[in-house]
């Protein structure tokens, strides 16, 4: 598995906490507390077994207006924070792609930690074969430029319904990538943690050949993040 870590920008011992993490916990979690939509739809690795975690770097897209002039699709990836994930939104679309296999090998030079696009990638098996974190809703070859420029950096995306704002933590796996709000962090990742011990337990009490419906009762399936801490290894 390869995993992209967020340092800088997030301090070692929260970096680690969420190494340990997936987005199922996160999920779980994020539904503890009734938070606002934070799964990213139709989002989906193309480089698989790899995670990226990180403050959102957010972008914006539009289509070009046909003037008979050269349009570059984006040049902002030199601005890009290293540690965090770029989060560029195409509407979704498949028309056109938002990322290749030249921002790959910028991003993995600068230490950016993945990319999540609503809209299409390209150069798919380059990205995969460099390890680079990469997601998306669609591939397609087809360039974007003369088709879509860069609209805006550091704004607030919304990503079919759910809001990701500047330097809020975006976290992606095999599962598909979702939004922590940046004010609730610490707690989410404190809950996740609780729902991971929680299945632990569940699935090691089933290996030994209690009933699932028993284990599940006694360890607290129906509220997993409320393990207060406990940890029995």
Known sequence: MTTASADPLLDSE??????????????????????????????????????????AFTLRYRPVEDDGAFHNAANYIDDVPPGSVVVADNGGTGACTN?????????????IAGTVVHGAVRDVRETRESGYPLFST???MVSGK?????????????IAGTVVRPGDLVFADDNGALRVPADLV??????????ERTERRIREAAADGIRLDE??????????????????H
């Open 215 to 232: 284990a599940r009762a006694r360890y607290g399936y129906a509220r997993p993040w409320e393990d207060e801490g406990r940890d029995d």
């Open 146 to 158: 003369n088709r879509v420029v860069l609209d805006r950096t550091g704004v607030d995306l919304d």
């Open 138 to 140: 669609a591939v397609t």
């Open 99 to 111: 990322w290749g296999s030249l921002l790959t090998s910028v991003a993995l030079r600068r230490g």
């Open 186 to 195: 610490d707690e989410v990742v404190r809950r996740a943690e609780a729902v």
């Open 14 to 55: 929260l970096s680690a906490r969420l190494a340990r993490l997936d987005t199922a916990a996160l999920s779980d979690a994020l539904d503890s507390l009734r938070a606002a939509p934070f799964v990213l739809p139709g989002i989906a690795a193309r480089t698989p077994g790899s995670v990226a975690f990180g403050p």
